[in-house]
């Protein structure tokens, strides 16, 4: 018998946990609130919270990116440097060289030589010289100050290049100043 009430008290057990189960399951209603205008101001706060600190990271996410800009712009602007300073400091020494000079053929052969330094410095940059004289002119890379009438050149060509362009990679750095040719009018 002892048997049959400790089942019984077992089953109880479990029934009983089922009721609590049952009743934690349950959703449970919200208090609803006393004032419903009270409700509505926090949550319009609280949105307001979020609207400003968002309005907040924005604003530091936009001086984050400007600096960030700003410092590679620098930064790109003095590797520039780095590359055309010792150029720079050759052309210094031509300069006083052919002051002193009597050799003209020398201080000719001294200012190629920088020229030479100068070009391969660009290269390293990747910036090239517009290609003009004899090329077809075109208004991307050129900009034509001049026409001339011939029949030595078709219309349209580059004839001669008064200033030069250059391009680092694909975008135009300096368009190149340039004469270019036109049809000789027949003015009989």
Same mark, same amino acid.
Do not use: C
């Given at each position: ?5 400790? +089942? &019984? ?35 319009? #706060?609280? @949105? ?20 960030? #800009?700003?410092?590679?712009?620098? =930064? ?11 150029? /720079? ?21 001294? @200012?190629?030589?920088?020229? &030479?330094?100068?070009?391969?410095? @660009? ?13 077809? /002119? ?17 219309? =349209?060509?580059?004839?001669?290049? +008064? ?12 368009? #190149?100043?340039?004469?270019?040719? &036109? ?6």
């Amino acid at each position: 018998m002892s048997q049959e009430n400790d +089942v &019984k008290g077992t089953h109880q057990a479990n029934a009983d946990h089922a009721e609590d189960d049952a009743r934690d399951d349950a959703p449970h209603e919200a208090a609803a609130p006393a004032d419903p205008l009270a409700a509505a101001r926090e949550e319009a #706060a609280r @949105l307001k919270d979020m609207w400003m600190r968002t309005a907040a990271d924005f604003d530091n996410y936009r001086k984050r990116s400007r600096r960030e #800009a700003d410092d590679a712009r620098r =930064g790109g602007r003095e590797e520039l440097l780095k590359e055309l300073l010792p150029v /720079f400091d050759n052309l210094e020494r031509a300069v006083q060289s052919a002051q002193r000079a009597t050799d003209v053929k020398g201080v000719i052969e001294g @200012l190629s030589m920088i020229l &030479k330094q100068f070009e391969a410095t @660009l290269a390293r940059v990747d910036i090239k010289k517009v290609p003009s004289t004899g090329s077809p /002119f075109d208004p991307s890379v050129h900009e034509a100050i001049q026409q001339v009438e011939t029949d030595d050149h078709p219309a =349209g060509t580059v004839v001669a290049e +008064v200033q030069p362009g250059y391009v680092q990679g694909e975008k135009l750095v300096r368009a #190149a100043m340039v004469v270019v040719a &036109k049809p000789k009018s027949n003015d009989n």
